[in-house]
């Protein structure tokens, strides 16, 4: 749902706040003109699983949209994800191999996380950074080769296996259809 945060006989806000306490798993991006850093952190406050100003960019609305449907595609049951000998706890924030705790950084964790919840699909670098990073973050930057380098180096190398594909020229696929190494 997209939601302005002017409307003409209610504050979206209060409207967000109702709408979510009776359907939660309805996405919701607040939009709004002139408006102040407090006016989206009440937004977000208030549910709003975004917040995008107004002039926006068609393209930049559809990548949100895009993304906002991601995170609301996560599984709520089963808290772990996995991949062979892989696996991530949801709730835990643990990573293990064949049982082994594996100490990943906050950002290599959230670049997991992502992967294995897009797993056997293509993402791009572009939605690794939407997702993974902050959205102002400079496009030219090599942070994810960088990141996906560090991933690989604890969840790949150590164990001989194969878990993350680079497509070229596209982005990245986590699959359990990957060639081990």
Not at 9 to 33: E, H, Q, T, Y
Not at 107 to 135: A, C, H, P, Y
Request: aromatic share 6%.
């Amino acid at each position: 749902m997209l939601l302005d945060l002017f409307l003409p006989d209610v504050n979206g806000d209060d409207f967000c706040s109702i709408l979510k306490s009776r359907l939660d798993d309805v996405p919701v991006i607040m939009l709004g003109a002139k408006i102040t850093v407090s006016d989206k952190e009440s937004a977000l406050d208030n549910g709003a699983d975004d917040f995008i100003e107004k002039p926006f960019n068609s393209r930049e609305l559809k990548a949100r949209i895009r993304a906002v449907s991601r995170r609301k595609d996560k599984p709520t049951r089963n808290p772990e994800l996995k991949v062979r000998d892989l696996k991530y706890n949801l709730n835990k924030r643990l990573v293990t191999y064949k049982e082994k705790r594996l100490k990943l950084r906050r950002k290599e964790l959230q670049l997991l996380e992502f992967l294995l919840l897009n797993k056997g699909i293509v993402v791009t670098r572009s939605e690794i950074l939407e997702n993974v990073w902050d959205m102002n973050i400079n496009p030219f930057t090599n942070t994810v080769e960088v990141h996906i380098k560090r991933l690989r180096d604890k969840i790949e190398k150590p164990f001989d296996e194969k878990y993350i594909e680079t497509v070229h020229g596209i982005g990245y696929i986590i699959d359990d259809e990957i060639e081990l190494k």
